[in-house]
């Protein structure tokens, strides 16, 4: 079964200490990954596209990291504007269909 | 900004009414989907458009009702709902639908709207 799994649940930090958040995957001919961030009440944010083992992407704070079994989000020297829920998708298919499966999230708080 | 609009952004109604939900995209996509979340679950796909045509349906109760006009905008009709549906529904939109050939590219990313809020009394 397709399954797509984001540990931790929750995360609390300290402004400047940096950690990493997961992303695990178990699908068929994996597509893409794709990390977003969501903020309280609003749609997600797109963040990283990442498509093969390997593949590293960044931005400010913010680097992705892919393997053939999952995915990290490593945050450097967090800022409390980092705070917001971070959600991993995969895209999955082989042919003409696909389909995309979230993960349920990990809560980042960052405190000043 | 997204170039993803949804209206209304807040809607509470009863299990009888009638309503319908409008997304509009302004940045010349050609794929709209449409999303539940739910409180502590990971969003739920609902429906995929690819120019204008419905290629994915999860299994979405009929009391759900896509509609797509035009590669701009796609709506969701809502009847006879039950209180179980209350959640925000997030519409997206990307350049390409995925599982098109094609090199791997941004094309596929999704772009969502802010969401609406349902509340079902």
């Known amino acids: 079964e397709d399954q797509v799994t984001q540990s931790p649940e929750a995360l609390r930090l300290q402004e400047g200490e940096s950690s990493s958040l997961n992303c695990s995957y178990t699908?068929?001919?994996?597509?893409?990954l794709f990390w977003y961030r969501q903020d309280p009440g609003k749609g997600p944010e797109f963040l990283f596209t990442?498509?093969?083992a390997g593949e590293e992407k960044e931005k400010e704070r913010l680097k992705a990291t892919l393997t053939k079994k999952e995915s990290f989000l490593h945050i450097t020297a967090p800022k409390p504007e980092d705070s917001a829920t971070y959600l991993c998708a995969v895209q999955a298919g082989m042919g003409g269909g696909f389909k995309t499966i979230f993960g349920a999230g990990t809560r980042l708080f960052v405190k000043a | 900004e997204t170039g993803v609009t949804q209206t209304p952004r807040h809607l509470v109604m009863g299990m009888t009414n009638k309503k319908s939900l409008k997304c509009e995209q302004h940045?010349?996509?050609?794929?709209m989907y449409w999303y539940k979340q739910s409180a502590k679950k990971p969003l739920e796909l609902m429906f995929v458009?690819?120019?204008?045509?419905?290629?994915e349906n999860n299994s979405v109760p009929s009391r759900f009702s896509p509609e797509c006009p035009n590669s701009s905008h796609l709506f969701l009709h809502l009847h006879t709902l039950q209180p179980e549906d209350s959640a925000l529904y997030l519409c997206?939109?990307?350049?390409?639908?995925?599982?098109?050939?094609?090199?791997?590219?941004?094309?596929?990313?999704?772009?969502f709207g802010p969401g609406t809020r349902l509340l079902v009394l």
């Open positions: 458009y690819s120019l204008e045509e419905r290629v």
């Open positions: 990442l498509y093969s």
């Open positions: 940045l010349g996509h050609n794929a």
């Open positions: 699908v068929s001919g994996l597509r893409g």
């Open positions: 997206a939109s990307s350049q390409e639908l995925a599982g098109v050939p094609s090199q791997p590219s941004y094309q596929e990313t999704q772009y």
